[in-house]
C-alpha cells in the first residue's frame, strides 16, 4: 500500500490558462473523490467515481471544471481558464465501496495558486 | 441526503484537560461516521470511525467518540489534551448510495 498520490505537489499559473492534476489511488480501491479546501475551510465535495463511472458531480464544479478516471484507476482533474478563485488546495481521496464503513485515504494534495 | 454540522468553529482548551468537539448529523440511511483531523501544512488523517457496531469508538492518540442516534450527534472527546493535539478537526458522515460530506471544522487550540 503506497497511499494515494497526487501530482504535482504545487503548481502556480496565471489567470486563464489550463491547468491539470494527476491523482493516483490505493491500487485496489474502486471509489476515487475530489475535493477542493480553501484556507480555514473543510474539503468541499467536487465529484466522485466508482470505477471508471463519474456518478456525482457538485454545484461547485463549473464547466471549466473536469475530472476523469479512464480506466478506473489514475484520475485527472482539469481546470480551464483559470481564475484567481480556483486558488486552493485540490484533494485527492479513495476507498473500497462495498466494504462497511471504509474510509477516504487522502493524498498529500495538489496547491494551486492563480495570479 | 446527508449532512453535517460541527457546532464550534473553535475550540480551546488547557494542556492536561478534556476536550469535546461537538458534530451532528443528518443522513436518509444508517451513516457511517468519521473524525479525521489536519494537522498544520500536513495532509487529512482518519482518527476514528464508526459503522453501527459499537455505539462508543476508540480512535488513535487517546480520542473516542460516542454515537448517539437518539440526538443525532457523534462528538468526538479526549480526557486530556496535550499540546500535539492542536489541529483542525472535521466531522465526516457518509452513506452507502452517496458521496461523504466534511463538516466545516473545528479548530483546536491547547494553551500550556
Known amino acids: 500500500d503506497t497511499g494515494v498520490s497526487q501530482n504535482p505537489r504545487h503548481k502556480i499559473t496565471k489567470r486563464g490558462q489550463n491547468v491539470t492534476f494527476r491523482c493516483d489511488p490505493i491500487s485496489e480501491h474502486n471509489r476515487l473523490y475530489w475535493y477542493r479546501q480553501t484556507l480555514g475551510q473543510g474539503p468541499e465535495f467536487l465529484t466522485y467515481f466508482q470505477n471508471e463511472a463519474q456518478l456525482e458531480k457538485s454545484r461547485l464544479l463549473s464547466d471549466r471544471f473536469s475530472a476523469e478516471r479512464p480506466k478506473g484507476s489514475f484520475s485527472t482533474l482539469e481546470i480551464q481558464r483559470t481564475e484567481q478563485g480556483d486558488s486552493a488546495m485540490y484533494l485527492c481521496a479513495s476507498s473500497l465501496v462495498g466494504r462497511v464503513g471504509s474510509p477516504l485515504h487522502f493524498g498529500n494534495g495538489t496547491r494551486l495558486t492563480v495570479t | ?112
Open chain 2, 1 to 112: 441526503a446527508q449532512s453535517v454540522t460541527q457546532l464550534d468553529s473553535h475550540v480551546s482548551v488547557s494542556e492536561g484537560t478534556p476536550v469535546l468537539l461537538r458534530c451532528n448529523y443528518s443522513s436518509s440511511y444508517s451513516p457511517s461516521l468519521f473524525w479525521y483531523v489536519q494537522h498544520p501544512n500536513k495532509g487529512l488523517q482518519l482518527l476514528l470511525k464508526y459503522t453501527s457496531a459499537a455505539t462508543l469508538v476508540k480512535g488513535i492518540n487517546g480520542f473516542e467518540a460516542e454515537f448517539k442516534k437518539s440526538e443525532t450527534s457523534f462528538h468526538l472527546t479526549k480526557p486530556s489534551a496535550h499540546m500535539s493535539d492542536a489541529a483542525e478537526y472535521f466531522c465526516v458522515v457518509s452513506d452507502p448510495l452517496r458521496d461523504m460530506r466534511f463538516g466545516a471544522g473545528t479548530r483546536l487550540t491547547v494553551k500550556p
